[in-house]
């Protein structure tokens, strides 16, 4: 049955309306996770020896931060991390055992990247550890226990897949044990080190991941098997309705219009509200940059990076997903007398005001200079002249649904920060970057930031000339976008 069932996961994969743009995301993506493997496995062969160098003995600095290791990996994924998503409706009517599925998807999430790429950073330090003469059955039960907590990890983001608070509060403890350590405080990292130095010293103290993970796993069996009915899990959920009518939106005519719904939909569905606070939280970005507390990114290229992100928040998140939100009744639009020049004038000057609004509130980077908030202004200069356009004309080759009305429970989960979409982010980037860099190393800061930022201002005087470009290739892709709006898995 396993077998059938991966055969209608690549069936569905190449069927796709969206496989060419899938394909070009999943090899950009491979490249990426080429990228990461080589750090993780640099990391795990040359951090050994490291800190060896440095007269601290690896095993016990490594012990002595797993625990905001762990944190940070829970809270990536409950970010990152998609639960199994299967087309389970027709599976429900075919005489396949309910528990065959659901080991199926659990299976899937045991096999994703985001548990694998902790195999190439703790398997190569394993070894090396044994090789260095460690006691091998103290290192194999350390070894069993941080496999056991990266699947407990996998395990807790199916279960509190739609727990949006969650994120902030690991975010909260995250940073709140970082600070209170930094200033010395409260260094938390001497009660957990107990635990994790146990796993090492202590044979049966790798039992207790061991034993959790099993515990995890029959939990979110049972939680997923609960769900896995027509008129349960799956069933959509009905909600009392409100009328909110944003009159004062009228006098904008049909970009008023446009706008009220934008802002309804941000307002009433799960997903647009996640991204729109992720994009509040790109506002504290800046603060690696700026604050000059990482080495790596105290150079002047990499300031304008946090620049653009800063400032860019809401286009990179919300944006990003244009015209996919309204996918639902992208179909029933295409049908009614409007415009495709006045829902992309509606969409745009969302993201125009997202990243005014963003400018203001980003103020408090006056506190590390002028220098800093410039960055951030002229950031937003060109967001507003230059990616803007860019979100809006990769929305007309993203053609990913996002099913607004679909039950938030098991195997209905959609991420609301998709890894493949921010790929395609990523060049909007570079050519500020670029720039800069040639203003400022061939000339001075300034010219730099004159660059960037006149870049930007014609953009924004050719906006006409433009939209008539984007407005073009719409049309021409409107057929292929119904058709892979219908898609529903």
Same mark, same amino acid.
């Given at each position: ?37 080589? =750090? ?21 600095? /490594?012990?002595?931060?797993? @625990? ?15 639960? &199994? ?23 899937? !999430? ?6 694998? +790429? ?15 003469? #460690?006691? %091998? ?20 983001? %199916? ?19 970082? /600070? ?7 260094? +938390?990292?001497?009660? !957990? ?14 039992? +207790?991941?061991?034993?959790? =993970? @099993? ?13 896995? #009915? ?11 309705? *409100? ?10 005519? !049909? ?7 934008? @802002? ?58 244009? &015209? ?26 969302? @993201? ?7 400018? %203001? ?5 006056? #506190? ?17 002249? /230059? ?13 990913? &649904? %996002? ?17 493949? !979409? ?9 050519? &500020? ?32 000339? /433009? ?18 709006? *219908?898609?529903?898995?």
């Amino acid at each position: 049955m396993f077998k059938l069932f991966l055969k209608l996961e690549w069936k569905a994969f190449l069927r796709s309306a969206s496989f060419g743009t899938n394909l070009a995301l999943k090899i950009l993506m491979a490249f990426g996770a080429i990228y990461l493997i080589m =750090v993780f496995l640099l990391i795990g062969i040359g951090g050994f020896y490291m800190l060896q160098d440095m007269k601290i003995d690896p095993l016990i600095t /490594v012990n002595k931060y797993l @625990i905001y290791y762990f944190v940070m990996d829970l809270t990536v994924r409950l970010l990152l991390q998609k639960i &199994p998503v299967m087309n389970i409706r027709p599976l429900l009517v075919l005489p396949i055992n309910r528990n065959t599925i659901v080991n199926f998807s659990l299976g899937k !999430t045991m096999l994703s990247f985001f548990n694998l +790429i902790h195999l190439f950073y703790f398997v190569p330090f394993t070894i090396i550890l044994l090789m260095e003469g #460690y006691d %091998v059955l103290s290192v194999l039960t350390w070894f069993i226990s941080i496999l056991s907590l990266i699947y407990i990890n996998n395990f807790l983001n %199916v279960v509190l897949n739609n727990k949006d608070s969650l994120l902030i509060v690991f975010l909260t403890i995250m940073g709140a044990l970082g /600070v209170s350590q930094y200033y010395g405080l409260l260094d +938390i990292t001497n009660y !957990t080190s107990l635990f994790f130095d146990g796993m090492f010293a202590t044979l049966w103290v790798f039992l +207790i991941p061991m034993l959790t =993970v @099993i515990a995890l796993y029959l939990r979110t069996f049972i939680y997923l098997k609960k769900n896995l #009915y027509l008129d349960a899990g799956l069933a959509s959920k009905g909600n009392t309705a *409100k009328t909110e009518n944003f009159t004062w939106l009228n006098q904008f005519g !049909t970009l008023g219009t446009f706008l009220k719904n934008d @802002i309804k939909l941000i307002k009433r569905n799960k997903r647009s509200k996640t991204t729109v606070f992720m994009s509040f939280l790109f506002l504290f970005y800046g603060l690696l940059f700026f604050t000059r507390s990482i080495e790596v990114y105290d150079n002047p290229v990499m300031k304008m990076f946090g620049g653009i992100f800063v400032s860019g928040g809401f286009l990179f998140t919300f944006g990003q997903f244009v &015209p996919s939100w309204d996918s639902s009744y992208y179909q029933l639009m295409m049908t009614q007398n409007i415009s495709y020049r006045d829902y992309l004038n509606s969409k745009w000057w969302l @993201i125009v005001i997202a990243t005014v609004i963003t400018t %203001v509130l980003a103020s408090f980077y006056l #506190y590390f200079g002028w220098e800093a908030y410039m960055m951030i202004i002229v950031g937003a200069v060109y967001n507003i002249g /230059v990616n803007s356009y860019l979100v809006l004309l990769g929305g007309a080759y993203i053609k990913t &649904p %996002v099913d607004l009305s679909s039950s938030k429970g098991a195997f209905g989960d959609k991420k609301a920060f998709n890894v493949k !979409t921010m790929l395609i982010s990523l060049p909007k980037i570079f050519l &500020p970057i670029m720039l800069y860099g040639f203003g400022y190393f061939l000339i001075s800061p300034m010219a730099g930031l004159a660059l960037v930022a006149i870049t930007g201002i014609l953009g924004f005087a050719l906006r006409n000339s /433009v939209f008539g470009l984007i407005e073009k290739i719409y049309k021409i892709e409107k057929y292929k976008t119904l058709d892979a709006y *219908k898609q529903k898995n």
